[in-house]
C-alpha cells in the first residue's frame, strides 16, 4: 500500500506543475497540442500493452471489448449532458468533470496494476499526461475564473 500512495503521489506532481505554469506564464497552443499528442499517444500505448493484454488474459474477448466500449460511451454522455448544461459559457465546470472522468478510472487502473506488481508503463503513462492535461485545462479555466480558484481546483 505505500508504493501506491508513494506512486499516486509521483503522478499527480505534474497535475500542480502544470496548473502553476499555466497560471504563471502564456502557454502557447501549438507547443500545448504537441505535447498533448505525446501525452495521448504515451497513454494509448499503456492502455494497450498493460491494462487490455492483462484482461484479455483473464477475460473474454467480449468482456474486454464492452468495457472499452461502455468507457468510451460513458465519456461521451457526460461531454454531452455538460455541453448541454453549460453549453460553451462555463469551460471550467466542463474541464473539472473531463478530469474526473478521466481521473478517477485511471487511478483505480493504476491501483490495480501496481498490486499486480507491475503498471511502471501506466505510472510514466499517466505521470506524461498529466501534465499536459492540467498545463491546458488550467489554461482555459482561467479564462474564467481567477489564478487562486484555478489552483486551488488543480
Given at each position: 500500500?505505500?508504493?501506491a ?7 499527480a506532481?505534474?497535475l ?7 497560471t ?21 500505448a499503456?492502455?494497450?500493452l ?27 454522455v ?14 471550467g465546470p ?8 478521466d481521473?478517477?478510472p ?6 490495480g ?21 492540467a ?11 481567477s ?8
Amino acid at each position: 500500500m505505500g508504493e501506491a500512495f508513494v506512486v499516486g503521489l509521483i503522478v499527480a506532481v505534474p497535475l500542480v506543475a502544470g496548473a502553476v505554469l499555466a497560471t504563471v506564464g502564456t502557454v502557447r497552443r501549438g507547443l500545448l497540442a504537441t505535447v498533448l499528442a505525446f501525452a495521448s499517444g504515451a497513454m494509448m500505448a499503456a492502455v494497450a500493452l498493460e491494462l487490455v493484454a492483462e484482461a484479455d488474459r483473464t477475460a473474454s474477448i467480449g468482456v474486454v471489448a464492452a468495457a472499452l466500449l461502455g468507457g468510451a460511451l460513458t465519456y461521451l454522455v457526460v461531454d454531452a449532458a455538460v455541453e448541454y448544461r453549460f453549453a460553451s459559457t462555463a469551460v471550467g465546470p466542463a474541464l473539472f468533470i473531463g478530469v474526473l472522468l478521466d481521473g478517477i478510472p485511471e487511478n483505480v487502473a493504476l491501483g490495480g496494476s501496481l498490486s499486480e506488481q507491475g503498471g511502471l508503463a501506466l505510472a510514466a503513462a499517466i505521470f506524461v499526461g498529466n501534465f499536459p492535461e492540467a498545463l491546458g485545462g488550467a489554461a482555459e479555466m482561467l479564462r474564467e475564473m481567477s489564478r487562486r480558484a484555478v489552483l486551488a481546483i488543480w
